[in-house]
Each structure stands twice: as structure tokens, then as C-alpha cells.
């Protein structure tokens, strides 16, 4: 079973094009709701992964009120703080915290906040020390690694170091059937990490037709253009393969 990971257009960073509207209806031309893909593929569940906590509420409201489990994560950039900001920076990589009871939502923010503002870490943008991570964990959170920009992915492409101490039962998941081709490589070293691992598909928009406006908001949010996009390595993902994942 592959688990999809959607991210709606509350995660800037995420440049998903996909909305938390109470649209039942997918309709050509026109923004795509998670809830709308819920209704028509019968899903009785939702992981939606967001950079802050903007959407929670809206998602809270529209999947949780309307009979729609929802496992709602946030995506963290942890690093090892030194005094040599370079060096922090290179050993930065990104870690995700799911929600696993009502009292995990408490824990999240509280984390969150300190992850907002904690001034030792605070480089341009929010990241957190894995020290400072760890110690401000609870049981009622759920730690998994995801399968792009992890510590993994770091040490195999970037000669990365990074050996962080993670808990007991934190998951580790990868995702082989996007086409990239460094796939098959990054696939194996999570495996090595963890044979455990589970299968896992990003979704930033619905059909393949989407594809073009989805770049283009990347490129808007990147500040360059569509001809030159010089965009980091892109994660593609096809209404087809939404199709694996649900039907």
C-alpha cells in the first residue's frame, strides 16, 4: 500500500497548488480540493503534511467535521548548530512530526513555536538543533523521515555527515515510482537505513494536465521564470500516479 502525502497551497514552501475549499466536485480549470479528491477516491483518511500551522484549522474543519480521519504532520529543518554558520547549514535536513492525539496538537505548536523563534538556531529561516528537537518531543507526537531532503538523502548526494539520534519508533519512508533519476539509489540507501521503511507518494496537484501551473507557481515563488526556471530538483507527481495510490 503506498500512503499519499498531500500538501495544500497553505504550504507556500510546498508551492502545492492543491486548496482546502469544501469543493465535493473536481472541476477543468479551476483550483483542485483535497477534499474534493477525498470525496471521489473514497478516502477515509488524510496526511497532510504542511510547513506551519495555517491550514491545520481549515483542514480540522473540513475533513474531521465531515467523517474524514485527519493525520496532520509538519515538516521541521533540523540541524546541528555550531559556531561555523556554513557548517550548520550544510548539515541542515528536514524531519516531519505527525499529530498522534488531541494532546499531540498542544505538543506540536509548543514545538513549532520554538521552532519559530528559538534565536540560537534562527538563520534566515526557522530550523531547530537536534538537540533542542529531541529534548522538546512528547509521546504524542509521531517522528518520520521522509523520503526528500532527509539526512539521508543529504549524506548519499551531498557528502553529508549527519548522524542524528532519532527515537525508538520513528518511521522512515521512501518513494520509488515518481521517475526521478536518481530514484532507484536514494530508494536503496533508505532501505539500508531501515528495511522497515514504508512507501510513501508526495502530492502537490491532481492531474497530468496541472503540471504547467504547478511550475509555473514554483518558479513565481522562486522568483524566476518558466523558460529559466533554474529550480532545484523537481519532484513530479502525475494525476496517473494518484491513481496508483487510491484506486
Not at 3 to 24: M, N, V, W, Y
Not at 46 to 53: A, P, S, T, W
Request: charged residues 25%.
Amino acid at each position: 500500500m503506498i500512503i499519499p502525502l498531500f500538501k495544500s497551497h497553505f504550504s507556500l514552501k510546498g508551492r502545492s497548488i492543491l486548496t482546502l475549499d469544501k469543493d465535493e466536485d473536481i472541476k477543468d480549470d479551476y483550483p483542485v480540493s483535497i477534499y474534493a479528491i477525498a470525496k471521489k477516491h473514497k478516502l477515509k483518511e488524510i496526511y497532510l503534511v504542511e510547513d506551519d500551522m495555517g491550514g491545520f484549522f481549515e483542514a480540522y474543519k473540513l475533513f474531521v467535521k465531515n467523517g474524514i480521519d485527519l493525520k496532520f504532520g509538519l515538516n521541521f529543518i533540523v540541524t546541528h548548530i555550531t559556531a561555523e554558520k556554513d557548517q550548520s547549514v550544510d548539515n541542515e535536513s528536514k524531519v516531519t512530526v505527525f499529530i498522534k492525539n488531541n494532546k499531540g496538537y498542544e505538543d506540536l505548536c509548543r514545538l513549532h513555536n520554538l521552532y519559530q523563534t528559538d534565536k540560537n538556531s534562527f538563520y534566515y529561516y526557522p530550523r531547530i538543533d537536534w538537540k533542542v528537537f529531541n529534548e522538546n518531543l512528547t509521546d504524542n507526537l509521531q517522528v518520520v523521515i521522509p523520503p526528500y531532503d532527509s539526512f539521508i538523502e543529504r549524506n548519499t548526494f551531498y557528502n553529508g555527515q549527519i548522524t542524528p539520534k532519532l527515537p525508538d519508533n520513528t518511521i522512515v519512508t521512501y518513494c520509488d515510482n515518481m521517475g526521478l533519476v536518481w530514484e532507484k539509489e536514494l530508494v536503496a540507501k533508505i532501505k539500508n537505513y531501515n528495511p522497515n521503511a514504508i512507501e510513501v507518494h508526495p502530492i502537490y496537484y491532481y492531474k497530468n494536465e496541472d503540471f504547467a501551473a504547478w511550475q509555473v507557481f514554483k518558479c513565481i515563488d522562486a522568483g524566476t521564470t518558466v523558460e529559466k526556471p533554474e529550480l532545484e530538483r523537481s519532484r513530479i507527481v502525475t494525476g496517473k500516479q494518484i491513481g496508483r495510490a487510491h484506486v
